[in-house]
């Protein structure tokens, strides 16, 4: 054999033994790190980035998928049930061995046999995902059209916590009467408060898991509803507080945005000025509904059972029939219904009330199983999904069942949204005897795990 051909067929054979390893490394396997199982659908994506990919039933993903990542980049790995995890670039890149994911022990407790021996979840799983800038509540948010981010708006930062009713509740014998003065002066008592509302606009990725601040800001206010008509968002209602945070009054005003021009304007036509009130898209108009009006001296609120429609061709007002009670509300649009779903006028409601557009005629559907006064709400294909301090509700509204499932999330009046077949959580207040603090938390759940977790609690209204 001639030294020509000798070298032709060394370089062959290096060039198959190169492919042969770069093949060893073209792609990654996920595996569960309880049951070395593979897992299917983790998404990977590279932080800071537009890239990312899933797993397939094996668990593998291709790193051509993810080509541009370099070895000091970090890749996050996200899967329902199991804790998040990232890995730098040069492990993905050089190593051959599984990245493994842990079972997150807080949602998935233990699983229970339903009656045609089908394992189910106990609670719903989740995930949690990158949490909000600013622990916040009552705040407006609203997707942009092609559903890869969603823009919050303002909301309420304010904290109290009554620390000489923490201290009674974790030690009660400082109630007794043979009480030492000095037991009492040793433990702090002085209440902690402060009040402040945002004016902060906030934008987040779904692909990438990341949260930004905008530059352009909007007055600050709470309690308000944000609704997004083309490519303009509409931010409605509320209240917002005095220079000196002494007193509240109710926001006249619309803002409206533009992002992509970077520019508000302002609208001092709004006559649906209210708080905690309920407002959805319908065809070319926005509907606005329910809410609180004023606060007296006592305490007590006055409450609003308006109706009002707002038409985005022409610009004009309409004050539609009332709703059947004048309270505080939320709901959510299905075909030519408004559902809404709980509320509260002195005291939180369990009612389910529908309102017709077409006839402009209220009725109750059906009840809750619980009083709930301002759970979050957001529907998909005919179901809505209801969410409150631990529990997550479903409403078929074709079939009128109303199930009930346990969530390890205790958020109160969280927002809820639903992108490419997750349900989203974001922020609320996290409340007990004796606080209240806004949450920043933000938690997502494939909306098959529902189906997959428990009934609770189940009731049929049709």
Aim: aromatic share 10%; glycine share 8%.
């Amino acid at each position: 054999m001639s030294k020509t051909n000798k070298k032709f067929i060394y370089l062959i054979c290096f060039l198959l033994a190169s492919l042969s390893a770069q093949s060893q490394v073209s792609k990654r396997k996920v595996l569960s790190l309880e049951t070395k199982a593979p897992l299917e659908g983790v998404n990977i994506s590279v932080v800071g980035t537009n890239i990312g990919t899933t797993t397939d039933n094996q668990g593998d993903f291709l790193l051509s998928e993810i080509s541009i990542v370099k070895s000091t980049d970090t890749l996050k790995f996200s899967y329902v049930g199991h804790e998040t995890k990232r890995v730098l670039g040069e492990y993905i890149l050089n190593g051959t061995s599984p990245i493994y994911l842990r079972q997150h022990t807080e949602n998935l407790e233990e699983v229970v046999i339903s009656s045609d021996k089908v394992r189910l979840y106990k609670k719903v799983p989740f995930d949690e995902m990158s949490p909000l800038i600013k622990p916040l509540c009552c705040f407006g948010a609203t997707m942009n059209e092609n559903g890869k981010k969603t823009v919050l708006t303002g909301g309420d930062e304010s904290y109290y916590e009554n620390n000489a009713k923490k201290r009674l509740l974790e030690d009660p014998t400082l109630s007794n009467p043979g009480a030492s003065i000095t037991d009492l002066a040793g433990r702090p008592t002085a209440n902690m408060e402060w009040q402040h509302f945002n004016g902060s606009i906030y934008s987040y990725d779904f692909n990438l898991d990341t949260w930004e601040e905008l530059e352009l800001t909007l007055g600050e206010r709470a309690y308000h509803n944000a609704i997004r008509y083309q490519d303009r968002i509409f931010v409605v209602g509320g209240k917002r507080l005095s220079g000196n945070r002494s007193s509240e009054f109710l926001a006249d005003d619309i803002e409206i945005l533009d992002l992509e021009a970077n520019n508000l304007l302002v609208d001092h036509t709004n006559p649906h000025q209210a708080v905690n009130f309920g407002s959805l898209i319908y065809l070319d108009n926005a509907i606005f509904f329910g809410g609180s009006t004023k606060v007296f001296r006592n305490g007590q609120k006055l409450y609003s059972d308006k109706v009002h429609l707002y038409n985005f061709e022409s610009g004009l007002w309409h004050e539609l029939k009332g709703m059947s009670r004048a309270k505080e509300t939320n709901g959510a649009l299905i075909d030519d219904k408004v559902y809404m779903v709980g509320g509260f006028d002195g005291r939180p409601l369990k009612e389910i009330e529908v309102y017709d557009l077409n006839t402009e005629a209220s009725k109750i559907e059906g009840e809750l199983f619980e009083r709930m006064e301002r759970p979050g709400i957001t529907s998909s294909e005919g179901v809505i999904y209801i969410m409150e301090n631990g529990k997550l509700l479903t409403y078929d509204t074709k079939l009128g069942i109303l199930n009930e499932y346990l969530i390890a999330s205790m958020a109160n009046s969280p927002l809820l949204l639903i992108n490419k077949g997750f349900l989203y959580m974001l922020g609320g207040s996290i409340t007990n005897r004796y606080s209240r603090r806004p949450s920043a938390k933000m938690i997502r759940i494939n909306i098959q795990d529902i189906k997959r977790t428990a009934v609770y609690r189940s009731a049929k209204f049709k």
